[in-house]
């Protein structure tokens, strides 16, 4: 399988998929949470899919996809969501529902030469769009020592950062990285904690800085409140706290700082209706399925009617 989805039902339920609806499923990807979402419109109803990579691209042109008239596949990043979105004519405050499934995919993970897990040996890319400029060994061989210990302690929260932002200034002074072996070797010799967490969270923030995910993420959350319809639901699936603050605040205060604004009368202003005040985790059942899915967190906001 080319990625089980996280949290199906529960992510299907909190859409309230109606036939007649237009939806978007933002990180295609297999289209493990597309193809029942799909599978739940009528002829009228519309599902509007991206993705960069081009595995999901191909994905997109076999059944059920291609053989559905409402859907579209729109191969971006889904930081362009509302230009590619009214560029395919649809217009903003229509959409009855959005659905993120944040992180990489369990093919991109289980592919060598994406380079996105320290399990193989491979070129250190982590590209999600391979045409994007930047890789990860570009990263390593170029940034400065305090911004290599921000990626490492905000995107990875790596306890040494600090030391290992400094062991790999050191290593590129010797011989610069190409490949995930590289990183793997430097990260052992300063490796604080079980082995397997420890690289887990350097490649997890080299994976966010090469592909700009909480910018991207940022972007998403502001276009899709532009979007929706009122009424409609913003469903959000993250794998890190970083994330999962940016989205909890946005629901409650429509900023990423989750600092509440007042209107001239002092009344705060929640463009979202909290659906899910404590986000939903998967089952125990389903992480002993898919343990990819444990550290997932669900949460739902609904964009509030004028009035």
Not at 243 to 267: A, C, H, M, S
């Amino acid at each position: 399988m080319y990625h089980a989805p996280v949290l199906l039902s529960e992510s299907l339920d909190a859409l309230q998929i109606r036939l007649d609806g237009v939806y978007v499923d933002a990180t295609f990807g297999g289209g493990g949470h597309a193809a029942p979402l799909l599978s739940l419109l009528g002829d009228k109803g519309r599902l509007y899919a991206f993705d960069q990579d081009e595995d999901a691209r191909a994905n997109a042109g076999h059944a059920p996809f291609a053989d559905h008239p409402g859907f579209h596949f729109l191969h971006s990043n889904f930081r362009f969501l509302k230009r590619q979105l009214r560029a395919a004519g649809v217009r903003p405050g229509t959409v009855q529902g959005i659905l993120a499934d944040l992180g990489v995919s369990s093919h991109q993970l289980d592919t060598p030469e994406r380079g996105f897990s320290y399990r193989f040996d491979a070129a250190l890319d982590m590209r999600m769009n391979p045409d994007d400029e930047r890789s990860a060994a570009e990263v390593l061989n170029t940034c400065s020592q305090d911004d290599l210990q921000r990626i490492f302690g905000t995107y990875g929260e790596v306890r040494n950062a600090r030391t290992l932002a400094q062991a790999c200034i050191r290593h590129r002074e010797r011989s610069p990285f190409r490949s995930t072996s590289d990183l793997v070797s430097l990260c052992e010799s300063v490796v604080m904690g079980e082995r397997w967490r420890y690289l887990s969270q350097v490649f997890q923030a080299l994976r966010m800085e090469v592909n700009d995910e909480v910018e991207a993420l940022v972007t998403l959350l502001s276009d899709a409140m532009e979007m929706l319809a009122p009424g409609g639901r913003l469903v959000v699936i993250t794998y890190h706290s970083i994330e999962d603050r940016l989205v909890k605040n946005w629901f409650k205060t429509g900023n990423i700082e989750g600092i509440p604004k007042q209107d001239f009368y002092g009344n705060i202003e929640r463009p979202f209706n909290v659906i899910t005040k404590k986000p939903i985790e998967p089952s125990a059942e389903e992480i002993k399925g898919n343990p990819r899915a444990r550290s997932a967190k669900l949460r739902v906001g609904e964009k509030k009617v004028a009035g």
